[in-house]
C-alpha cells in the first residue's frame, strides 16, 4: 500500500492558477504510476492526468494544454499544474497511485483523501 496526501487546492478566480501536491509515502513509491482525478457535486469521478515513474503522460481533453503534471521521485511526489482554470474546473481533487492502465480506467487501488478547488467566474 501506498499513502497518499494531497495539498494546495483553494479558491481561484476563472483564468488563475493553482498547483496541487501529492505526498506518498509507504511502500516503494516507483513501483506506482501516480494519476490525479476530480469529482464535482453531483457528477462521477472522471480522470484528469497520470505519469508514469519514466514521467510518460496521458491528459483527459478538457484539461489538455492547460494542465501539466509531473513528478519529482526523489521527494515522491507527484504535481499538478493548473492553469487557465474554469468554473468547470470546480471539484475535489484526488491523487491515486496504480498501473496506468488501472489508473486510467479509474480502478487504482491507492487513493489520497482530496483537496477542494473552487474556481469563481
Known amino acids: 500500500q501506498v499513502q497518499l496526501v494531497e495539498s494546495g487546492g483553494g479558491l481561484v478566480q476563472a483564468g488563475g492558477s493553482l498547483r496541487l501536491s501529492c505526498a506518498a509515502s509507504?511502500?516503494?513509491?516507483?513501483?506506482?504510476?501516480t494519476g490525479w482525478f476530480r469529482q464535482a457535486p453531483g457528477k462521477e469521478r472522471e480522470f484528469v492526468a497520470v505519469i508514469s515513474w519514466g514521467g510518460i503522460r496521458y491528459y483527459a481533453d478538457s484539461v489538455k494544454g492547460r494542465f501539466t503534471i509531473s513528478r519529482d521521485n526523489a521527494k515522491n511526489t507527484v504535481y499538478l499544474q493548473m492553469n487557465s482554470l474554469k468554473p468547470e474546473d470546480t471539484a475535489v481533487y484526488y491523487c491515486?497511485?496504480?498501473?496506468?492502465?488501472?489508473?486510467?480506467?479509474?480502478?487504482?487501488?491507492?487513493w489520497g483523501q482530496g483537496t477542494q478547488v473552487t474556481v469563481s467566474s
Open positions: 491515486a497511485a496504480d498501473s496506468i492502465p488501472r489508473l486510467r480506467s479509474g480502478r487504482a487501488s491507492n
Open positions: 509507504g511502500r516503494t513509491f516507483s513501483n506506482y504510476a
